[in-house]
Every structure is written in structure tokens, then in C-alpha cells.
């Protein structure tokens, strides 16, 4: 099974600065196959990119997803207050499908 | 928009069942494979279950194999998930997502807001 590792676990940053959170695959994946989501504490996810690097529909533009083969970035350029969340890397097209295990990132 | 309302949650004891479903509306339902993907309190995001459009192929987590039966009917609109022999890390929220397309080759598009299972005695 393939197994998504993200990293770090918590990024401390402060409002206007650069965000880059890491999803590391156990083997090579599509990127067609590879989506980000956002979690804010009491709701459910919502898509940020699919495809590696597309962005959603309303998806500001500070929010860039890059990468391919077993490692993947998302980049949040300048932090926003309503940026600090949760986020999930998701691979899907076989089964089993998995998640990586969330980088939160908080307020310094 | 596209809406995905979940139903069926509550507290069970340990090796009890529960039917979770999920409404559907605002969008052709039979035309987009679904999941289920649950959150164990404070925990992160964990894949449950994938019913592809027309329910011709269904897949499963390791953790929920045997125990869990995804299934649809798109007449109604509802997407459903029968759990059995409920265990203690059963419980969390559970998500009934939509795909953005047929099958698992398609990310999930859409979220409900959740239902909540909780197993215990």
C-alpha cells in the first residue's frame, strides 16, 4: 500500500509570511492522482488543489500545489488569517485510497 | 449548489451496528463515484469506503473489510453505509464525499458536513 507522509506536523508562522508543506509518497504516484485539502477546526475539508497543481474553483491564488513522483508541495505564499488550519494530502486511483497524516499550521 | 446531507450517527455499544446515509442533491448522483471517510476525534482524515457511479465496483479499508458495506441507490439519491461488529476506533465523524467523477480515478469534490458514530459501552 502506498503511504503518504507529510511533514512537518505543525508550521508556526506568522500573518503575510510563506507557507511550504510537504507530502512525501512511499512509491512514485501520478500527480493526476494527487488533491490537497483544508480543514478549520469543526468543518469538514474543503479542496485547495487536485491534479497536484490546479487549483479549485474560488481557490485564492496565494494557495500553488508543485510537485511529482513521491514528492509533492503545497505553498501558501502569504499567510492569511483564515489560512491557519489543517491540510491533507489525498491520493486516490487505486485502492486502497489514503490521506497523509495532516500538517496543521498555527499562529506564531 | 451540490449538497451531501449525512444521517444515522449516534452511540452504540462495542459489536453493534449502525446505517449511515447520506442524501444527495443538486447534481446528478448517479453519474459520480462516492466515498466514506472518517475522523476519529482529533485525529486526521481516514478512507473508509469507495462505491463507483453505478455501484459495480466497491472498495474498502483493511480496518473496515468484512465489517462495512458501502452501497447506493440512485433512484433516491442516497448513498449508505452499513457498519457491523462496531469496535471502539470506530468512532468519529464521518464524511460522505463526492467524487468529481465515475470512479476512483477522480478527487473528491464535494464534502458533507458529517454524521457521528460513537462505539462505546
Known amino acids: 500500500d502506498i503511504v503518504l507522509t507529510q511533514s512537518p506536523g505543525t508550521l508556526s508562522l506568522s500573518p503575510g509570511e510563506r507557507a511550504s508543506l510537504s507530502c512525501r509518497a512511499s512509491?512514485?504516484?501520478?500527480?493526476?492522482?494527487l488533491a490537497w485539502y483544508q480543514q478549520t477546526p469543526g468543518q469538514a475539508p474543503r479542496l485547495l488543489i487536485y491534479g497536484a497543481s490546479s487549483r479549485a474553483t474560488g481557490v485564492p491564488d496565494r494557495f500553488s500545489g508543485s510537485g511529482s513522483g513521491t514528492d509533492f508541495t503545497l505553498t501558501i505564499s502569504r499567510l492569511e488569517p483564515e489560512d491557519f488550519a489543517v491540510y491533507y494530502c489525498?491520493?486516490?486511483?487505486?485502492?486502497?485510497?489514503?490521506f497523509g497524516g495532516g500538517t496543521k499550521v498555527e499562529i506564531k | 449548489q451540490v449538497q451531501l446531507v449525512e444521517s444515522g450517527g449516534g452511540v452504540v455499544q462495542p459489536g453493534g451496528s449502525l446505517r449511515l446515509s447520506c442524501a444527495a442533491s443538486r447534481f446528478t448522483f448517479s453519474s459520480y463515484g462516492m466515498q466514506w471517510v472518517r475522523q476519529a476525534p482529533g485525529k486526521g482524515l481516514e478512507w473508509v469506503a469507495f462505491?463507483?457511479?453505478?455501484?459495480?465496483?466497491?472498495y474498502y479499508a483493511d480496518s473496515v473489510k468484512g465489517r462495512f458495506t458501502i452501497s447506493r441507490d440512485n433512484s433516491k439519491n442516497t448513498l449508505f453505509l452499513q457498519m457491523n461488529s462496531l469496535r471502539i476506533e470506530d468512532t468519529g465523524v464521518y464524511y460522505c464525499?463526492?467524487?468529481?467523477?465515475?470512479?476512483?480515478?477522480?478527487?473528491?469534490?464535494?464534502w458533507g458536513k458529517g454524521t457521528t458514530v460513537t462505539v462505546s459501552s
Open positions: 489525498h491520493r486516490f486511483g487505486s485502492s486502497p485510497l489514503a
Open positions: 512509491q512514485s504516484i501520478s500527480s493526476s492522482y
Open positions: 462505491i463507483w457511479y453505478d455501484g459495480s465496483n466497491k
Open positions: 464525499a463526492k467524487g468529481s467523477g465515475t470512479n476512483f480515478y477522480y478527487h473528491i469534490d464535494v
